[in-house]
């Protein structure tokens, strides 16, 4: 599992090696390129690519790709019986990386959907991840907001935030927003506690996020199950439009959408990173299944 004994600076360096590698994976897959070459390919010998990727996610680079296979993808779907289902009948807890972080949604009401966030106050923060850099928004009401930010893109990143709530008082405060960080990705060992949402969507975005939600950590679905289970089968693409649009990143699990051929699909914050999360979680949910 992912050593949270390191800052998350360093964690999150240690993903950028990562993610380059996946990238490089990507481009090369065909060819299935040897450790060697992968480590080369990142500026690092192949013992320090093995000890720093096994530090990172806990698992060899070689096992880590097995789970970032389209056949992987295809036998998760195959063999999801009715996950969604299921998850609606025993609630949102379950095991993996989020365990015992229950989340509870609150969305706005038509009326504060109009004001555009008039009178609300928004505390925000940039914070290292073990998946790089993030932006998290705070209101009273729960996180309204996350967003991974790519070096340089701080300005971009808030822009974006202020279009989203474009009337609402804007406060920089990373010592609430950290706090909300540590709880999200260092839940191991110890409870995570109750995390609240409050959302700004469309009835329709609103839906197709709680479905979200509800899909388990180590698990994946297809734009069309979720389809079914918000109750429009035929909304397949209308549903991976709103799924694009999720502006909580991790918490609201679209990484954990893929398309039916098993093939992963975009990701707004990036597909390395898409593949990054889902193997983490692949990963953990194994490792927690052995040791049961």
Same mark, same amino acid.
């Given at each position: 599992?992912?050593?949270?004994?390191?800052? @998350?600076?360093?964690?999150?360096?240690?993903?950028?090696?990562?993610?380059?590698?996946?990238?490089?994976?990507?481009?090369?897959?065909?060819?299935?390129? #040897? /450790?060697?070459?992968?480590?080369?390919?990142?500026? =690092?010998?192949?013992?320090? @690519?093995?000890?720093?990727?096994? $530090?990172?996610?806990?698992?060899?680079?070689?096992?880590? =790709?097995?789970?970032?296979?389209?056949?992987?993808?295809?036998?998760? /779907? %195959?063999?999801?019986?009715?996950?969604?289902?299921?998850?609606?009948?025993?609630?949102?807890?379950?095991?993996?990386?989020?365990?015992?972080?229950?989340?509870?949604?609150?969305?706005?009401?038509?009326?504060?959907?109009?004001?555009?966030? %008039?009178?609300?106050?928004? &505390?925000?923060?940039?914070?290292?991840?073990? @998946?790089?850099?993030?932006?998290?928004?705070?209101?009273?009401?729960?996180?309204?907001? /996350?967003?991974?930010?790519?070096?340089?893109?701080?300005?971009?990143?808030?822009?974006?935030?202020?279009? $989203?709530?474009?009337?609402?008082?804007?406060?920089?405060?990373? #010592?609430?927003?950290?706090?909300?960080?540590?709880?999200?990705?260092?839940?191991?060992? &110890?409870?995570?506690?109750?995390?609240?949402?409050?959302?700004?969507?469309?009835?329709?975005?609103?839906?197709?996020?709680?479905?979200?939600?509800?899909?388990? %950590?180590?698990?994946?679905?297809?734009?069309?199950?979720?389809?079914?289970?918000?109750?429009?089968?035929?909304?397949? &693409?209308?549903?991976?439009? #709103?799924?694009?649009?999720?502006?909580?990143?991790?918490?609201?699990?679209?990484?954990?959408?893929? &398309?039916?051929?098993?093939?992963?699909?975009?990701?707004?914050?990036?597909?390395?990173?898409?593949?990054?999360?889902?193997?983490?979680? @692949?990963?953990?949910?194994?490792?927690?299944?052995? #040791?049961?």
């Amino acid at each position: 599992m992912l050593n949270t004994s390191l800052p @998350f600076e360093q964690l999150a360096e240690d993903y950028t090696r990562v993610e380059q590698a996946i990238r490089y994976l990507e481009a090369n897959y065909l060819s299935q390129p #040897a /450790l060697d070459e992968v480590a080369a390919s990142i500026g =690092l010998s192949e013992f320090h @690519f093995q000890r720093l990727f096994t $530090r990172w996610v806990g698992i060899s680079p070689k096992r880590f =790709l097995q789970y970032l296979t389209k056949e992987h993808a295809k036998r998760l /779907l %195959a063999g999801r019986g009715g996950l969604l289902e299921a998850a609606y009948e025993s609630g949102l807890s379950g095991p993996g990386r989020l365990h015992d972080l229950f989340v509870s949604t609150e969305a706005v009401t038509p009326g504060e959907y109009k004001q555009a966030g %008039a009178g609300l106050e928004i &505390r925000y923060g940039f914070h290292a991840t073990p @998946f790089g850099q993030c932006l998290i928004a705070l209101t009273a009401r729960g996180v309204c907001g /996350l967003s991974f930010v790519e070096p340089g893109g701080e300005e971009a990143a808030l822009a974006g935030l202020r279009a $989203r709530w474009r009337k609402a008082v804007l406060v920089h405060d990373p #010592a609430s927003t950290g706090a909300v960080v540590e709880r999200l990705f260092r839940p191991a060992g &110890r409870p995570a506690g109750p995390m609240a949402l409050y959302l700004s969507g469309t009835n329709f975005q609103i839906k197709v996020w709680e479905a979200l939600l509800r899909i388990p %950590a180590g698990s994946v679905v297809t734009y069309a199950d979720i389809a079914v289970a918000i109750g429009m089968p035929d909304a397949a &693409r209308a549903v991976g439009s #709103a799924v694009g649009s999720n502006p909580i990143a991790v918490i609201i699990p679209c990484h954990r959408v893929i &398309r039916k051929d098993g093939s992963f699909g975009d990701y707004h914050w990036g597909s390395a990173r898409k593949k990054a999360l889902l193997g983490w979680e @692949f990963a953990g949910a194994d490792l927690a299944r052995q #040791a049961v």
